[in-house]
């Protein structure tokens, strides 16, 4: 698109005050945004305020997008993340940084990295940290240089001493890689370096997502002493008609429990985890398979694929997502970016735009063939009184409140009993999308096994609520179960995106039982479905239910009976930033 078409386009977008920019890559330069952006940072309107999270990270103000370079040090959880100091959209990106001793309290630091080379001077984009064998961390990331070429940079601490890693400093040999004609890089596409893994040959390995055309591409490079780095004549992997990787992300899983693995991690008892957001889609896509150490290349597991028929982490908004080892307690975590729903106008209104997800542990499931996410045990310590939600079977057709939790603030985890399948509904075999499947059959379609679940930010009257619930289909000789996130009537306001989300979930109802889990916090709602083996992250913003206004019901709009049993509980406010 040329330089005044995009002007336009962008104009038009904000000017109408549609989401359209929301939907963009969390990397695309808008030159003609930066000036617009430094008119827009606004302060809080007392009248917005309700969509403000209680427990998930966001500063006070402005743009917000990828998580960057989280890691452990000294006891001290780090999280950098794309941000603009100087206003509500994209553009000014700098390096911001905040710590913690728990993953759910944070304490903000200045920008650790910002454009000071020739090499980063147009923008400091994403990338990862690595921890080096003495203990040391250090940052790879994406620079833009004058020539508007995207390179990759190392930043260190300068003082190791301080456990919050205020002050970074980055190397004069920058750039370490960069595009040439020789190496057949595309400049434009050559972004977000993973965190780094040594081989038995004592070489490090790092990943930076690309493509050639359509075929998208995780070109790999290796070092001795991490400052000089070759290209590798192959990719680790790549996948054709699949678009620009962004953010990739390669790390082991363990094919036994739930320990997480140092990123240097393999052998027999190992599987490996290819994750890509992908630019063409904004949906992120992991495959499971093999590394191949001595030929350096990564094999998807048959039936693991980078498609739209591939795995997600999330089905809802999530993406340009990064994991990290946490070595004090032996697990993996992941982080990711959500955006908003909300127009530009909104956002504007709002004086903030995104926000990250509840950091996840991450596993590999038992079947071995997908991974298995929850929220991080910390963030329990939020938990206020417990409301029991007693053994109940709800009839076809009924509603009942969950009282005594502060619906607005909240995490919520139920259990639904099914004792009579005959009449589940027969899965046509095209409804092989779920999103869709979920749009078509919403909330208020009557079903027989489903829909049951919860109205989360719901009003008193019902005029608005966001819907999470199951729905139990019947395929050859087992069922199908559907997860959907329906967000139709999640809002009065009609400028919001108000997609309706959906997964499948990998449980057999007959054998396991049926778990929901959600939390909810004012304006996002995060779903884990069958204890985590399916996960949709909603962004709504009521008119009604707002704080104190906010409303949680059970329902069961199919014919059939369910039985649920739970536990609610009110999530105090963390302390962030």
Known sequence: MAISSLFLYCFLCLWLGHAVLRLEASHHVYRSLQTYSELTSSHHHPDTEPYRTGYHFQPPKNWINDPNGPLIYKGIYHLFYQYNPKGVVWGNIVWAHSTSTDLVNWTPHDAAIFPSQPSDINGCWSGSATILPSGKPVILYTGINPQNQQVQNLAYPKNLSDPFLREWVKVPQ????AP???NHINASSFRDPTTAWLGPDKRWRVIIGSKQNQRGLAIL????DFLSWVKAKHPLHSAKKTGMWECPDFFPVSIHGQNGLD???NG???KHVLKASLDNTKHEYYTIGTYNIDKDIYIPDKGSVESDSGLRYDYGKFYASKTFFDSSKNRRILWGWINESSSVEGDIK???SGLQAIPRTLWLAKSG???VQWPVQEIEKLRGKTVKLPSTVLKGGSVREVVGVTAAQADVEITFGISDFKKAEVLDPSWTDPQLLCGQKSATVKGSLGPFGLYVLASKDLKEYTAVFYRIFKANNKYVVLLCSDQSRSSLNKDNDKTTYGAFVKVDP?????????????????SFGGEGKACITARVYPTLAIDDDAHLYAFNYGTEDVKITGSAWSLKTAKIN
């Open 174 to 177: 920058n750039p370490l890689m």
């Open 180 to 182: 040439t004609q020789a």
């Open 221 to 224: 490079y290796r070092s001795k």
């Open 263 to 265: 990123s240097s991690e």
């Open 268 to 270: 027999p008892a190992v």
């Open 350 to 352: 709002k004086g903030w």
């Open 369 to 371: 063939k997908q991974l």
């Open 510 to 526: 007959l054998r396991e039982k049926l778990s929901l889990r959600n939390l909810i916090d004012h304006s996002i709602v995060e």
